[in-house]
């Protein structure tokens, strides 16, 4: 089962990814955690390029191509073979980060993003996705308060010093996305504390892998 965390910076996806997998290893299942960009050698090396922000000059088309680069490797050497094996993969960021970045944040034509993460991914999608959804400033406030105690080099945050209205279509766009593929999309109110924000996905998780699991 291939699962996928999704929503704007500071929404939560890495906290509560990491809970997700303490929580389904204690069931039994083994869990396959992962990230994009990245998740193999040659993605991270890809992802450094896309999040420092001394890379002002990347252009729209390149910055596309490169998220679809890396998610092409990563999808052919590690995200395939682990469902194969049976495992369920957790992946914090997939194709849908790119429709709502490039495609509906940046202004990039949405069909020929949807036709580069087709190429990318092989046609692979997430069984569930678990949208993330806050309010632009919530979400803002929480980067930035992280971002403060690492040091300049770790701060992977080029996206954090766009303008609020990025932000606010990002939002619009992940929501968009959500409704439009309502089958596989799970909208969890991010802006409440953790915990609250762990019983929903906790919910979540119960009923659409032991559902999966069950048939
Ligand atoms: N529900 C919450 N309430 C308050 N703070 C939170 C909550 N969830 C996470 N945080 C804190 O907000 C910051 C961002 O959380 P996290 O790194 O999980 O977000 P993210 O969605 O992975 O962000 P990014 O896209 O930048 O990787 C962290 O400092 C985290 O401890
Ligand atoms: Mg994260």
Request: hydrophobic letters at 45%; proline letters at 4%.
């Amino acid at each position: 089962m291939f699962i996928t965390f999704e929503g704007p910076e500071g929404s939560g996806k890495t906290t509560q990814l990491a809970r997700a997998a303490d929580y389904l290893r204690a069931q039994g299942l083994t869990v396959l955690q992962t990230r994009e960009p990245g998740g193999t050698p040659l993605a991270d090396r890809i992802r450094e390029v896309l999040l420092d922000a001394a890379n002002t000059g990347l252009t729209p088309s390149a910055e596309l191509l490169l998220y679809a680069a890396a998610r092409a490797q990563h999808v052919v050497e590690k995200i395939k073979p682990a469902l194969q094996r049976g495992e369920v993969v957790l992946c914090d960021r997939f194709a849908d980060s790119t429709l709502a970045y490039q495609g509906y944040a940046r202004g990039l034509d949405l069909n020929l993003v949807a036709q580069v993460n087709l190429f990318a991914t092989g046609g692979l999608e997430p069984d569930l996705t678990l949208l993330f959804d806050l309010p632009v400033e919530v979400g803002l406030a929480r980067a930035g308060a992280r971002a403060k105690h690492l040091p300049d080099e770790q701060r992977e945050d080029r996206f954090e010093r766009e303008e609020i209205a990025f932000h606010q279509r990002l939002r619009d766009g992940y929501l968009h996305l959500a409704k439009a593929h309502a089958e596989r999309f799970r909208v969890i109110d991010a802006a409440a504390d953790v915990d609250a924000v762990w019983q929903r996905t906790r919910a979540i998780l119960d009923a659409e892998v032991l559902r999966r699991r069950g048939r």
